[in-house]
């Protein structure tokens, strides 16, 4: 007999245990129809046409009635969406509104959906790496994952990145304004370039990106933001991207993804100017694996087993570091590639953003 089976079993804890199972198995089956209301505008609709029938927000979004209808039990049964029996209508409160269909609001959620299609759908690939110990590149996931990455991160970098994190950075908002050179390294579709490019008009910018689909899309971005003048976009790997004399050199959700981010550095230190600055946006995390708990820090976790830690191994690996590698892992890389000054400058419940100087 095993110590666990001569071990009385607590029946209750149990019961509590499969209720919390139960609980995220009822979110993933559902997550997928958020993601279908997402991609074929539901949400907005009833954003936008107040409470409907299955049949009036079928007619408004050009589907089928009996999909529609199935789609809006399942919102309703899950809280989503409220229901009025005598009409037979459904709504979507403004205050959820904010978080599945105001694409600008700094709420919205639901291209985060698409990210976890992208998790779902490796998963088959994902196992066979488990066993084989292979590397996962980037560019080998569906574009649900790039498109749906920059509509995830892209609302954050609006709020934070030229309000709060830059002006946080020791006087680089004031030579942005004024006129710098910036290098964006795994730059992605450019939305945090683009973001950057509108806030501070006299300065210049390139993105960086080994997935040379990403950096096509980042150039369409550009064109139309109206900042291709200013914004260039090249394929490039973050060890060896070309340039140099840089005021600003940004890792905007990359920096942990680099099978070699000691080289990255190493890399960025030589292609600043002489008072140049560092700045990394990573996933908010604690220093102790114990600490790193609660629903922020499991969706990070799934995201750096899934994504980020098999896109380090595909580059040698050096270095995986985890999407929840905390700050003093972070800025000891830093240290050991040979900036002096490397610390923690600003925090939101899902971002750290660290500096480091010469
Ligand atoms: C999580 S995504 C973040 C994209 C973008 N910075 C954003 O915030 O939307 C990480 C990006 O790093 C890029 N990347 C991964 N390894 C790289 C490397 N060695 N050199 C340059 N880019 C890399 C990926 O192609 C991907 O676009």
Redesign the pocket.
Known sequence: MTSQASTALNTEAVERFAGQVFGDLSSVFSGAMTLVGHRLGLYQALAEGGPQTSTELARRTGTHERYVREWLHCQRAGGYLSYEPASARFALPAEHAMVLAAEGSPAFLAPAFDVAAALWNGTERLVDSFRSGRGI???EHGASL?CG??AF??NG?RQHLTTTWIPALDGVDARLREGASVA?????????TIVMALAYPKSRFVG????GE?IRIARERAKAAGVEERVSFEV????A?PGGDYDLIA????FH????PGR?AERSLEALVSDGTLML?EPRAAAAVEDNVGPVARMYYAASTA??TP??LS?SGRLALGAQAGPEQLTQVLSAAGFGQARVVAETPFNLVIQARR
Do not use: K, P
């Not at 993804?257 to 070699?260: I, M, Q, V």
């Open positions: 590149g980037w560019g790039f990455t920059e991160f892209r970098y964006d390294i795994g730059c992605g579709h450019g939305a945090s960086f990106d080994l997935h990403s490039a790997s973050a060890t991207f890792f905007m959700d990359a993804d680099l099978g070699d990255a946006v994504l980020c896109n380090a580059q």
